[in-house]
């Protein structure tokens, strides 16, 4: 199907009928059950492009007045690691975000060694230690 035949069909969806009529562009047309299509259409990556945007994206809001109170802290996995032989291969970085002034920080880990993690976290330039420091529930900074 062509960016405009999956248009016309997207906008047959929207309009108050039980069936929806799909044009194969050979002159032959099929009647789908208009529940069955908008299924069908929602999974397709092109049918993504045409639906309508969301009205409110709920963000999680944080009112902190002075910075370095609170941080945000995760280890992510590097996929590429595709460097030469003798050279440190950087698998994990180590994020940390302050809340306050969204200012951000990351160092690179050869591994999720807890000694490795503990180097990382006292070689951020961030001003002070922060009071409240928040990790998520995964098992990888427990």
């Not at 092109?46 to 009205?55: N, P, R, V």
């Not at 070689?123 to 409240?132: G, N, T």
Request: net charge positive; with cysteine; aromatic share 12%.
């Amino acid at each position: 199907m062509s960016c405009q035949s999956v248009l016309r069909f997207f906008s047959q969806l929207l309009q108050p009928a039980q069936f929806a009529k799909i044009d194969y562009g050979t002159g032959g047309a099929a009647k789908v059950l208009r529940n069955a299509a908008k299924k069908w259409l929602f999974k397709q990556a092109l049918g993504q492009i045409f639906l309508t945007a969301l009205k409110c994206i709920p963000w999680p809001k944080f009112n902190l007045p002075t910075p370095n109170l609170v941080h945000q802290a995760d280890l992510l996995f590097l996929p590429h690691n595709n460097l030469p032989r003798g050279r440190k291969v950087f698998i994990y970085a180590l994020t940390v975000v302050d809340v306050a002034s969204r200012y951000r920080e990351a160092e690179p880990l050869t591994s999720k060694n807890s000694d490795e993690v503990a180097l990382r976290f006292r070689r951020f330039r961030l001003l002070k230690w922060p009071e409240l420091l928040q990790v998520d529930p995964g098992s990888l900074l427990q």
